[in-house]
């Protein structure tokens, strides 16, 4: 109150224009800030399964191949590591990539395909493995779900991407949103005490060690400690039920490869877990021999008598062909593709020159490994 007027002062506003001008710019410098941190750092904590890929590198190599690549190789990490492009060059002159991956399955086979062709021209034939018929992951299981975003992250444009987000939803991955797919950083909301340091290793850090003249092949050398290794005694008996998912997530991926005349080849790959032992194995071939489908199979009591495998020398584990163990692989896998596909031996053609280049590299390189599988080849023995 006015003490000479007795009239009642007006309260003085606590916050003038001016004050309130100031925080808010404070807040939306201090949201700029956050935002700064938060989308580089969701960025930089890239899924585990997708530096050992490379796929970015394997995409650009591949479009830049144009139309010199008659087969291409896609599955899970039994074909990835296990099948190298460059020794079936040297062997029989077949121009191929390696695009297989991590837990790969047919949703994801099928959307990679579709990807490759919208990139160049389609190959002759199509080598896939098929592990999803009988190691089976659901769409949004805690296992496959990494893999999933993993490949989709790192399709070439941003309408593959949709599309692959769309079709891995549509066949059930309900846990598979939006914000998951756009926000990495909230993916790891689980495991923040199990985060390493490669976890804050941009990809692009590793697409500088991906070595182009491999052809997509990841190479792995370990070999597997043979005083721990049993082959499995348990065998399949009678039939087992396959995910009606797969079943005709395959389907659609044979029919895809025939829509663009390409010849589809499932391929079993050797293998000394229980997985594809017994009844199961006949019911996997039987599955797409009945589309029409030619299976290569390694499983089979013939093949692996006739491979004589080294366990020691050529696997990683019981699970997976070591990168000799791929070199050894080579010398049978040509001949048979040459025997079911249409493809050429290139070595003579002047126009495929970059791959004798290619070749060079991959022999100066890997020379110790490629040693040690001719000595086998020679005396059959260690």
Not at 93 to 117: C, K, R
Not at 241 to 254: C, L, S
Not at 332 to 341: I, P, T, Y
Request: charged letters at 25%; proline letters at 5%; a negative charge.
């Amino acid at each position: 109150m006015n003490q000479n007027t007795g009239e009642e002062m007006p309260m003085k506003p606590r916050t003038d224009a001016k004050t309130f001008g100031r925080r808010a710019l404070s807040v939306l410098l201090f949201l700029a800030i956050a935002a700064g941190v938060f989308f580089p750092v969701q960025w930089l904590l890239v899924d585990k399964y997708q530096p050992d890929q490379y796929w970015p590198p394997r995409y650009r190599d591949y479009a830049a191949a144009q139309e010199q690549v008659d087969v291409v190789f896609i599955g899970s990490s039994t074909v990835f590591w296990g099948i190298s492009p460059m020794a079936l060059w040297n062997e029989a002159g077949i121009t191929s990539m390696n695009m297989g991956g991590v837990l790969m399955q047919h949703t994801m086979a099928h959307e990679e395909l579709q990807t490759l062709l919208e990139m160049n021209k389609a190959p002759k034939c199509v080598v896939f493995s098929v592990d999803s018929l009988y190691n089976h992951y659901a769409v949004d299981d805690a296992k496959l779900e990494p893999a999933f975003f993993a490949q989709i992250n790192t399709l070439p444009t941003a309408a593959q991407r949709k599309r692959a987000f769309d079709h891995y939803r549509a066949e059930g991955g309900r846990k598979i949103t939006p914000g998951n797919l756009l926000l990495p950083l909230l993916r790891y909301h689980a495991r923040w005490n199990q985060l390493t340091e490669e976890d804050f290793i941009p990809a692009s850090r590793y697409d500088g060690q991906y070595q182009s003249f491999v052809k997509g092949q990841g190479i792995h050398r370990e070999s597997i400690d043979i005083t721990e290794f049993m082959e499995t005694e348990q065998i399949t008996e009678g039939e087992i039920p396959f995910p009606e998912d797969a079943m005709e997530g395959w389907r659609e991926f044979v029919s895809l490869c025939r829509e663009n005349d390409i010849l589809p080849i499932a391929i079993l790959m050797p293998r000394f877990d229980d997985s594809l032992r017994g009844s199961v194995q006949e019911q996997v071939t039987g599955f797409f021999e009945d589309m029409g489908v030619d299976v290569i199979n390694y499983m089979d009591e013939v093949s692996l008598a006739e491979m004589n495998w080294n366990y020691h020398d050529f696997f990683k584990d019981r699970i997976h062909l070591n990168f000799a163990g791929s070199l050894y692989l080579a010398s049978d896998l040509a001949w048979r593709l040459m025997d079911l596909a249409d493809v050429e031996d290139h070595r003579e053609d002047p126009a495929f020159e970059s791959w004798h280049d290619d070749w060079a590299l991959f022999e100066e390189t890997y020379a110790h490994d490629l040693e040690k599988v001719s000595q086998y080849q020679e005396t059959g023995e260690e």
